[in-house]
């Protein structure tokens, strides 16, 4: 909000000052653009610049230091300020046109003393309003740059999308160190090997694995904790080389705590798979995979007995994350 302020305020009033020079064209310009572009969009071209070609901030905002903060401030910023520029001119250009102002230049009075003792104030009334509504906006109507700028999955899937393609450039080591960092940073492990679609999304992330040999597709979203493995044989490192971990077609919905193991398990397009499911072999496309009529025991300390009970679930369950 601060942030804000710095830039519109004195782009604002410079613009309604200047009207109907070059100056003033340039600041609406820059305002017009600044409201037309979506805000992931800025979100992900300031990381490019700042992060990734530059190098001069951090990628992922997990905590809460200076530097951390800085991209997702000047992201929200550049919206806001190109909205409140538009509101500071046209509130300064009302105010200028006032009869008071025509009168206290007729007296003599500087214009700058009339412009920053009476005009500026006034103008503020309307834009202290607007503050008030955009307020409550900027608390609850932040998901899109959080996502940019935190989610885990977004960090990881962008290492593993660079990484990658140096796999495929047979450069050696460095791609799986590039996967490893991003592992001890989000808890996702994505082996720069395995060959990932457009449009992969992972929501929370912690706990994913992604085996080497695995194959996803496109459209396809993933919850924390799935894993997508190589059953365990004896004399596994025979298997090197050799496809070992699942087949994911597109659009395929994989929900928390499942477990897809083998080379030859193949996940048919348009699947969902439930919540904690383990399976070692092909789903059909279109097939819904859940795990029903889970068992608990409760155990009785001083009856001596255990006492087996079925959960009772709603027949939609497994689309619990």
Not at 1 to 30: C, E
Not at 209 to 219: A, D, M, S, Y
């Amino acid at each position: 909000m601060v942030l804000m302020l710095i830039i519109s305020v004195p782009l604002g009033i410079l613009s309604a000052v200047r009207q109907d020079r070059l100056t003033a064209y340039i600041i609406r310009l820059l305002s017009f653009v600044g409201i037309s572009m979506p805000g992931f969009w800025v979100g992900l071209l300031l990381l490019y610049v700042f992060a990734y070609k530059l190098g001069l901030l951090p990628v992922m905002s997990a905590s809460s230091g200076l530097k951390e903060m800085l991209l997702p401030a000047v992201t929200l910023a550049i919206a806001m300020a190109s909205k409140y520029t538009r509101q500071v001119r046209t509130a300064v250009l009302e105010e200028l046109s006032q009869d008071y102002v025509t009168g206290a230049r007729a007296r003599g009075i500087k214009y700058s003393r009339i412009l920053w003792r009476h005009v500026f104030p006034n103008s503020l009334l309307p834009l202290i309003t607007l503050l008030g509504i955009s307020f409550g906006s900027l608390l609850g109507g932040t998901s899109i740059v959080e996502i940019i700028f935190s989610y885990p999955g977004l960090y990881a899937i962008m290492v593993y999308r660079i990484a990658h393609e140096l796999v495929l450039l047979d450069v050696p080591m460095i791609p799986r160190m590039m996967t490893e960092h991003a592992h001890g940073k989000t808890g996702i492990d994505i082996n720069p090997g395995a060959s990932i679609g457009r449009y992969f999304f992972i929501d929370h992330g912690t706990g994913i694995v992604i085996g080497e040999t695995t194959e996803i597709g496109e459209n396809v979203k993933i919850y924390q904790g799935v894993t997508l493995g190589a059953l365990s044989t004896r004399k596994g490192q025979r298997l090197r080389g050799r496809k070992r971990h699942p087949t994911i077609r597109d659009n395929v919905t994989i929900y928390a705590g499942a477990s897809i193991l083998g080379g030859e398990s193949v996940i048919g397009e348009g699947a969902v798979i439930g919540a904690n499911a383990f399976i070692t072999s092909s789903i059909p496309a279109g097939a819904k995979v859940s795990i029903k009529n889970q068992e608990y025991t409760v155990h009785y300390d001083n009856e001596g007995f255990a006492e087996p009970r079925d959960l009772d679930q709603e027949k939609n369950w497994f689309y619990i994350i």
